[in-house]
Every structure is written in structure tokens, then in C-alpha cells.
């Protein structure tokens, strides 16, 4: 089976840094996205990590081990516009698993 | 370009109606998803598609049923509705499956109540 694991909530200040963490134990793993949704909303794309490393965009970066079934979202310079859940989602062979979401609220 | 667009947004349905979930994509995508998402959780795969005339299960599918006959659309059909199936129902798109870039296009949701 599939099972994600990803702290349910984070609070930050805005201009600062945070990351969220996400574990996963899964039979297939094709690579780690994330996934952004404001309350409401539906979610949108933010990264993929297929191989080992960290993967830059902008204000945001993620990172995948493998070995260790481990990876992060990092946000940078916070915005207010940043308060939003986000999801971990792992792909399986044409399939993808969703974690719980953790909500980030960002604070002035 | 519409993207991927899904109706209705809401409905409220009496517990063994049935109803169907329309979903329309115009990205020339492949493959195909829908999810439901139940409050403060994440999204459950029910079903996918990785092309016309294709379909699989995934997670959750008791309870419903697809079809795929053309790259465009993929409907959703609930038969006998439960008050379980209350939730937000989210069609997804993505160009493919595989390879090392898989950014997945989601419509903008149905809220379904079950009463």
C-alpha cells in the first residue's frame, strides 16, 4: 500500500522561510510532486522530483532522497498570499498518491 | 485555451439518485484523473484513464464508473448515491504518465452533498 505522512499545519511570519516535510512508504515510487490549494480552490502544480536533489523555482525549491523516502517543500521570503494547503503526492506506475495536506498560515 | 472544466460546481442529491460529473479537457492530454477530496483531507484517486477507450481503477472506485470515449472528455458517473459520496470531486489532466516531468491540470471542482 501507499501512505504519506505530512504535519497537518504550519504557522510562519511573512519574509520568512519555512519548509514542510513529507515521508512516504510506497510500493512504486516514480517520482515526488507538490501541490498547491488555497480554501476553495482546486490544486496547482508547483514542483516534481523524479531523481535525488533539490529543484528550483522561484521562490520555492523541493527536495527528494530516495534512500530515504523523504522530502521537502521550501518556501522563501513568505507572502501573505502563500497561506494555502499544500500537498505531497507521490506517483506511482499512471497513479498518484495524495498526503493530507498541511495548511501553512502565514502571519504579518 | 479553457483547460479543464467540470459541471456542475454544486448539486445536492437525494440518497439513490444518480447523476453524472462532466469533465472536459482541450489541452490534447492523454491521460485523464478524477479525485474526490473529503473536508481537510487529501485527494483519493478513483479513477484514471491513459486514453480514449482506456480505464482503470484506483483508490476508491466502489461506487462509480467512467468512461472514455474521446481524449476530451471523461465523465463521472455515481449510481445508487450514499451520504459517503458527499464531498468535492476533482477532474485532473496531464500530457502523460511517465517521464521525468508530470504536472498534472485540475478543473475547478463539483461540491456534492448526498442527503
Known amino acids: 500500500g501507499q501512505s504519506l505522512e505530512q504535519p497537518s499545519e504550519v504557522t510562519a511570519v511573512e519574509g520568512a522561510i519555512v519548509q514542510i516535510n513529507c515521508t512516504y512508504q510506497?510500493?512504486?515510487?516514480?517520482?515526488l510532486s507538490w501541490y498547491q490549494q488555497h480554501d476553495g480552490g482546486a490544486p496547482t502544480f508547483l514542483s516534481y522530483?523524479?531523481?535525488?536533489g533539490l529543484e528550483e523555482t522561484g521562490r520555492f525549491s523541493s527536495f527528494l532522497s530516495r534512500s530515504d523516502s523523504y522530502g521537502y517543500l521550501l518556501l522563501q521570503e513568505l507572502q501573505m498570499k502563500d497561506s494555502a494547503s499544500y500537498f505531497c503526492?507521490?506517483?506511482?506506475?499512471?497513479?498518484?498518491?495524495f498526503g493530507s495536506g498541511t495548511k501553512l498560515n502565514v502571519k504579518p | 485555451n479553457a483547460g479543464v472544466t467540470q459541471t456542475p460546481k454544486f448539486r445536492i442529491l437525494k440518497i439513490g439518485q444518480s447523476m453524472t460529473l462532466q469533465c472536459t479537457q482541450d489541452?490534447?492530454?492523454?491521460?485523464m484523473y478524477w479525485y474526490r477530496q473529503d473536508p481537510g483531507m487529501g485527494l483519493k484517486l478513483i479513477y484514471y484513464?491513459?486514453?480514449?477507450?482506456?480505464?482503470d481503477k484506483g483508490e476508491v472506485p466502489n461506487g462509480y464508473n467512467v468512461s472514455r470515449s474521446t481524449t476530451e472528455d471523461f465523465p463521472l458517473r455515481l449510481e445508487l448515491a450514499a451520504p459517503s459520496q458527499t464531498s468535492v470531486y476533482f477532474c485532473?489532466?496531464?500530457?502523460?504518465?511517465?517521464?521525468?516531468?508530470?504536472?498534472?491540470?485540475f478543473g475547478p471542482g463539483t461540491r456534492l452533498t448526498v442527503l
Open positions: 484513464s491513459v486514453g480514449a477507450g482506456i480505464t
Open positions: 503526492a507521490v506517483r506511482g506506475f499512471n497513479k498518484f498518491y
Open positions: 485532473a489532466s496531464s500530457l502523460t504518465g511517465q517521464g521525468t516531468y508530470n504536472e498534472q491540470f
Open positions: 510506497t510500493s512504486g515510487f516514480y517520482g
Open positions: 489541452m490534447n492530454h492523454n491521460y
Open positions: 522530483n523524479a531523481l535525488d
